[in-house]
T-cell receptor
Framework: NAGVMQNPRHLVRRRGQEARLRCSPV?????VYWYRQLPEEGLKFMVYLQKENIIDESGMPKERFSAEFPKEGPSILRIQQVVRGDSAAYFC?????????????FGQGTRLTVV | KNEVEQSPQNLTAQEGEFITINCSYSVGISALHWLQQHPGGGIVSLFM???GKKKHGRLIATINIQEKHSSLHITASHPRDSAVYICAVMANNDMRFGAGTRLTVKP
């Protein structure tokens, strides 16, 4: 599990502000996945990215949410104009190859609280 | 009905007991993962299975592809095993998760 770094670990935002969540994958991994875990609920897939490409964003809300994984630097999950319902734990995972047919390594998560 | 069902939802055991957590799924999958989530903490991937059985320390995971069922076993359970255990399957390039099993091991 070592190697996937997410920051910040905790993030508090007021309604209407923007939240930026960062994920640095394991060195050498080019596939990144974002998941959301709402309070008392299970994990939900949000988006799957490969370097500079969005492969599958079927789990992303259509508005206010975006994700990127640039050639250099971490993957960013961006939530614009946050609302209380966005309060959740957001987890990032990385893998060396695509899909879940390979080992996936998780970050510690970012806990977003919208006040 | 969820595509990935876990049972039990909650499990309390005494230290030293043998633990079994079950996962049934209704879709064709290419792989199944068992994840462990500690309270307030991150997630650790315990196993990735596509067939058969894997063992790591006191943890054993099995999968029966024909029956679409997997089990996670913990032998000689310990309070530090207390966590939520999540079954996740990869199906059609999509990841689906069970609701998790909350395990509490009492000393």
């Amino acid at each position: 599990n070592a190697g996937v770094m997410q920051n910040p670990r905790h993030l508090v935002r007021r309604r209407g502000q923007e939240a930026r969540l960062r994920c640095s994958p394991v060195k050498g991994h080019s596939h990144v996945y974002w998941y959301r875990q709402l309070p008392e609920e299970g994990l939900k897939f949000m988006v799957y990215l490969q370097k500079e490409n969005i492969i599958d964003e079927s789990g992303m809300p259509k508005e206010r949410f975006s994700a990127e994984f640039p050639k250099e630097g971490p993957s960013i999950l961006r939530i614009q104009q946050v609302v209380r319902g966005d309060s959740a734990a957001y987890f990032c995972a990385s893998s060396p190859l695509g899909g879940w047919g390979t080992e996936a390594f998780f970050g510690q998560g970012t806990r977003l609280t919208v006040v | 009905k969820n595509e990935v069902e876990q049972s039990p939802q909650n499990l309390t055991a005494q230290e030293g007991e043998f633990i079994t957590i079950n996962c049934s799924y209704s879709v064709g999958i290419s792989a199944l993962h068992w994840l462990q989530q500690h309270p307030g903490g991150g997630i650790v991937s315990l196993f990735m299975l596509s067939s058969g059985k894997k063992k790591h320390g006191r943890l054993i995971a099995t999968i029966n592809i024909q029956e679409k069922h997997s089990s996670l076993h913990i032998t000689a359970s310990h309070p530090r095993d207390s966590a939520v255990y999540i079954c996740a399957v990869m199906a059609n390039n999509d990841m689906r998760f069970g609701a998790g099993t909350r395990l509490t091991v009492k000393p």
